[in-house]
């Protein structure tokens, strides 16, 4: 019992940073600093913004509801480009996981080449792929669709490798141990048991293709994004709100199918 | 021809025993430390069923894999129905190793996968390609396979449940069903019964002694449960202080003279 009084001291609650960690504080401060100056912070200016902003709300409202028809028209061409745009670039995602994926296929020199592919499709933004791909085939829908389909390759091929790396190596490898080939052991073991992160990824996919095929629309790659720019351009703001509205409404609707979805496969359906 | 050697083929045995495991001289270490076992030798004929035993740590699970080929030898070898591991390539040791079946203490199946569909990934290594990769897909011959090993186990009502909905120990009789479903000559088992409860354990022990029995194959097993290894095989090879220290037949023997092996 005399063990009891002999504990050590009790720690302090924080501790001082150390030289280094000191140093990398204040250069973050700093940065951050020159960042918000670098971009013309002002709370003045946003206040004398505002009126700015209130007019063209008081402008916009009520909406239009003149140019609906073929509003809707274009609302739907962007839900098609980021529904056609998604499963395209999932797809393609699949084989570039698999061959990027630590310790599953392929040779060392495949392996790099496939990280390397995701990591270009990845790292390029959507806008330039958008721009590349409308000198490619022309204005249009089918130009965003192409950008979104990389995009996406890009953002499933790394998160779907990195769950096949995180999957339990017990059933492939207890499947190899009698003999099962790799390849199969990667589809009947692996994939299925990284099938929900699959689709999880896949669906963040989607809601981020639907705000990126708006944008897309910006560049003429097809999509409601012209629409918005032309509205704006010619400051018919209330035609622009509903073109807000309907945009927001898309969004709002894929985010919860998604949502619902999600919880459905990670509650083990 | 001399005289001696027609004198000592006289004596070999009527029908010898085919050997379907031969380990020799074996010694095995992870990275460069102090070996887990060395010089062990024994071999094991067909339709034996051998029970692997010692302390936690004496290399049980180690020789499994050696044995496997999932760890290279550090001296000796290991022969499989005749043939010597280190001499095979990758693509004759994947052949080898679809003659045989394995079953860990972790069951190891598929999740979100039915049972059927897990039994048949064990038609793998016999037929590979997209169709055996589900039951949906499966050949007709396959899911007979599947079913026909799922009913020796007791699970045909089980089929289409998904495997994260089964308990420790149907989860394990599935897992028996996948290891035995091509109908392996060899079956190795690191375990089988370590992870349930006790009846549980005894009931899937004894099933799978009996499947194993019924098809003929060879079996090597390790457990802690001395009443597992003594019920369910004919053999006991025992691992201490990284030598084989027994080697007996299980007829008369009785588990007190197997405490030595935990000292
Ligand atoms: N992957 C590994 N890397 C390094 N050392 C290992 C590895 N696996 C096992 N060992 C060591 O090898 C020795 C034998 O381990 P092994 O798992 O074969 O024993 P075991 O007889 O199966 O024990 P248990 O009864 O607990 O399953 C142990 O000392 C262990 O620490
Ligand atoms: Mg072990």
């Known amino acids: ?269 | 021809m001399t005289v001696a050697a027609v004198r000592l083929a006289e004596f070999e045995p009527v029908a010898p025993r085919t050997v379907d495991l031969a380990v020799d001289g074996l010694a095995a270490c992870y990275a460069k430390r102090d070996p887990v076992f060395s010089g062990v030798s024994f071999t094991v004929g067909r339709g034996e069923a051998v029970a692997l035993v010692g302390a936690n740590g004496a290399g049980k699970s180690t020789l499994l894999k050696c044995l496997m080929g999932f760890v290279s030898p550090a001296d000796g070898k290991v022969s499989i129905f005749g043939r010597d591991l280190s001499s095979l390539k990758s693509g004759e040791l994947r052949q080898l190793r679809s003659g045989v079946g394995f079953v860990a203490q972790k069951h190891n199946l598929v999740p979100r996968l039915t049972a059927l569909s897990n039994v048949v990934h064990g038609m793998l290594a016999t037929s590979s390609g997209p169709r055996n990769w589900l039951q949906a897909l499966a050949p007709a011959e396959s899911r007979r396979c599947a079913l026909a090993a799922l009913d020796r186990v007791g699970l045909a009502d089980f089929a289409l449940r998904r495997v994260d909905s089964l308990s420790g120990g149907q989860s394990q009789r599935v897992a028996i069903a996948r290891a035995l479903v091509a109908e392996p000559r060899l079956v190795l088992a690191d375990e089988p019964a370590a992870s349930l409860d006790p009846t549980a354990g005894e009931e899937v022990m004894e099933v799978f002694a009996r499947v194993v029995r019924d098809t003929g194959a060879t079996l090597i097993f390790t457990t802690h449960n001395l009443g597992h290894a003594l019920a369910h095989a004919e053999r006991i090879v025992g691992l201490r202080g990284g030598k084989l220290a027994l080697d007996a037949h299980t007829r008369g023997m009785v588990a007190a003279r197997l405490r030595g092996l935990y000292d």
């Not at chain 1, 912070?41 to 709300?57: C, I, K, Q, R, V």
């Not at chain 1, 669709?145 to 790394?158: K, M, Y």
């Not at chain 1, 990195?162 to 390849?183: F, H, N, S, T, Y």
């Open chain 1, 1 to 269: 019992m005399t063990d009891r009084t002999r504990t050590s001291p009790v720690p302090a609650r924080l501790e001082w940073p150390s030289p280094l960690a000191f140093i990398a504080y204040a250069l973050g401060i700093a940065v951050l600093v020159w960042s918000l100056d670098g971009t013309g912070w002002s709370l003045s200016e946003l206040a004398t913004g505002l009126p700015a902003l209130a007019d063209f709300f008081s402008r916009a409202f009520p909406p239009s509801l003149e140019r609906l028809p073929s509003l809707s028209t274009a609302l739907v061409e962007t839900f098609q480009m980021a529904i056609a745009g998604t499963t395209v670039g999932a797809l393609i995602s699949v084989p570039l996981a698999i061959f990027s994926a630590r310790g599953q296929l392929g040779t060392r020199w495949i392996n790099t080449l496939a990280r390397g592919t995701v990591a270009v499709f990845r790292t390029v933004p959507d806008l330039v792929w958008a721009l590349i791909f409308v000198i490619a085939v022309g204005l249009g829908p089918f130009a965003g669709t192409l950008a979104i389909a990389v995009d996406t390759a890009g953002f499933c091929g790394r998160f779907f490798a990195e769950a096949m790396e995180d999957v339990d190596k017990g059933p492939a490898e207890a499947l190899q141990a009698q003999g099962v080939r790799r390849i199969d052991t990667i589809f009947c073991a692996v994939i299925p048991a990284a099938s929900p992160a699959f689709i999880t990824t896949t669906l963040f996919a989607l809601e981020k293709a639907v705000r990126s095929s708006v944008v897309l629309g910006l560049v003429g790659a097809g999509g409601i994004g012209l629409e918005l720019k032309v509205a704006m351009d010619m400051f018919d703001y209330p035609t622009a709100a509903t073109i807000i509205l309907l945009i927001f409404g898309l969004v709002v609707i894929i985010e919860q199918a998604g949502n619902y979805t999600r919880k459905r496969v990670l509650d083990g359906h």
